[in-house]
T-cell receptor
Framework: DSGVTQTPKHLITATGQRVTLRCSPR?????VYWYQQSLDQGLQFLIQ???????AKGNILERFSAQQFPDLHSELNLSSLELGDSALYFC?????????????FGSGTRLTVV | GESVGLHLPTLSVQEGDNSIINCAYS??????FIWYKQESGKGPQFIID?????DKRQGQRVTVLLNKTVKHLSLQIAATQPGDSAVYFC???????????FGGGTRLMVKP
């Protein structure tokens, strides 16, 4: 157990729908990072939050949004889902504002859009 | 956490042999590098890291080599074991950003 908890583990939904993925960071970690792992693009950085504030944004679609709550858990919202959004979505956490030793991944949420 | 069938380069080695996994990076401003291991059903797991002011770092059975001249990173695994079978990713961070950029990954298969 890495200490980073992601729920749900699996999610199957239809095109056009909206889903929310949840991540609880490791105890004491202030930063949360979201990554997408798809068939043809490997691990792609989506967005980072640090202590409730957005810190960095990567290749995140406008249909996707995220937030980090006061208790430091984070949610990734995916809307108007398309078949191509099917992927593994990983959350990682770290203590400080930038990745270093202690950048720990959760086990991921497998999203299947049908 | 499995690699969802990515068409990855594969390295096949015999149990007990040494493995070398290579990674090329493109950003000369990258100052920190990490190797991750991803087993089926799990998220990427930290193996070893190295800062750009070093060219070699050793861990338990693993060594990372950094050649900044040609922007090349390698992971050496000594006495490879069946439990080392996984997908290995290198990742880099530049000196200004907060995100890690991942390489495409290499699948290591260990034959008993």
């Amino acid at each position: 157990d890495s200490g980073v908890t992601q729920t749900p583990k699996h999610l199957i939904t239809a095109t056009g729908q909206r889903v929310t993925l949840r991540c609880s960071p490791r105890s004491g970690d202030l930063s949360v990072y979201w990554y997408q792992q798809s068939l043809d693009q490997g691990l792609q950085f989506l967005i980072q939050y640090y202590n409730g504030e957005e810190r960095a944004k990567g290749n995140i679609l406008e249909r996707f949004s995220a937030q980090q709550f006061p208790d430091l858990h984070s949610e990734l919202n995916l809307s108007s889902l398309e078949l191509g959004d099917s992927a593994l979505y990983f959350c990682a956490s770290s203590v400080v504002g930038s990745p270093g030793y202690g950048y720990t991944f959760g086990s991921g949420t497998r999203l299947t859009v049908v | 956490g499995e690699s969802v069938g990515l068409h990855l380069p594969t390295l096949s080695v015999q149990e007990g042999d040494n493995s070398i996994i290579n990674c090329a990076y493109s950003n000369s401003a990258s100052d920190y590098f990490i190797w991750y291991k991803q087993e089926s059903g799990k998220g990427p797991q930290f193996i070893i890291d190295i800062r750009s002011n070093m060219d070699k770092r050793q861990g338990q059975r693993v060594t990372v080599l950094l050649n900044k001249t040609v922007k090349h990173l390698s992971l050496q695994i000594a006495a490879t074991q069946p439990g080392d079978s996984a997908v290995y990713f290198c990742a880099e961070k530049d000196n200004a950003g907060n995100m890690l950029t991942f390489g495409g990954g290499t699948r290591l298969m260990v034959k008993p």
